[in-house]
């Protein structure tokens, strides 16, 4: 469950879960997605400055898959 998303000026997005997000963040490398973790329980989102709004649907898309 997710439990928080925190947005951060630098362009630096958080999720905050309650439980660890090791499994998400494999799964979502097996499908071509590097996120990388900030705690145990913290997916952290480092976009470029410039991105285009397809790069971010995909990502969306990846996650929401990661997801369920």
């Known amino acids: 469950r997710l439990a928080v998303a925190e947005f951060i000026a630098t362009w630096r997005?958080?999720?905050?879960?309650?439980r660890p997000v090791g499994d998400i963040i494999g799964?979502?490398?097996?499908k071509g997605l590097i996120l990388i973790n900030a705690g145990p329980?913290?997916?952290?989102?480092?976009?470029?400055?410039?991105?285009?709004e397809e790069n971010v649907d995909?990502?969306?898309?990846?996650?929401?898959?990661?997801l369920q």
């Open 27 to 30: 799964k979502a490398l097996e």
């Open 41 to 52: 329980n913290i997916i952290r989102f480092v976009p470029p400055l410039v991105i285009e």
């Open 13 to 18: 997005i958080a999720l905050v879960f309650d």
């Open 58 to 66: 995909k990502m969306i898309e990846i996650l929401t898959s990661c």
